[in-house]
Nanobody, 117 residues
Framework: VQLVESGGGLVQPGGSLRLSCKAS????????IGWFRQAPGKEREGVSC????????YYADSVKGRFTISRDNAKNTVYLQMNSLKPEDTAIYYC???????????WGPGTQVTVSS
């Protein structure tokens, strides 16, 4: 059971990135999948989550209207489209088979997102 994030990088303020969370060893469509982030010196926080049935999505207030979570079951991948990026979005982004930071589940190693001019 493994999750791997990709798509991070350096982007200017106002730019966009699309993060991918690919699963191996299990099918993602059976799970709610969450995206989280952790900035230096700060606690890990929830960013977005999508239910297993895709009926429900959640966004933190800080990213609402700018980020969109989606999944492609054929590719066993969940995406996080991030638009209008701000310097305060700079963090390591993780995906997991949970929607809350304290829940037990599988986590990826993370991908760095840096928003800077």
């Amino acid at each position: 059971v493994q999750l791997v994030e990709s798509g991070g990088g350096l982007v200017q303020p106002g730019g966009s990135l699309r993060l991918s969370c690919k699963a191996s060893g299990f099918t993602l469509d059976a799970y709610a999948i969450g995206w989280f982030r952790q900035a230096p010196g700060k606690e890990r926080e929830g960013v977005s989550c999508i239910s297993s049935s895709d009926d429900d999505t959640y966004y933190a207030d800080s990213v609402k209207g700018r980020f969109t979570i989606s999944r492609d079951n054929a590719k066993n991948t969940v995406y996080l489209q991030m638009n209008s990026l701000k310097p305060e979005d700079t963090a390591i982004y993780y995906c997991a088979t949970v929607c809350n930071v304290g829940d037990f589940g599988a986590w990826g190693p993370g991908t760095q997102v840096t928003v800077s001019s």
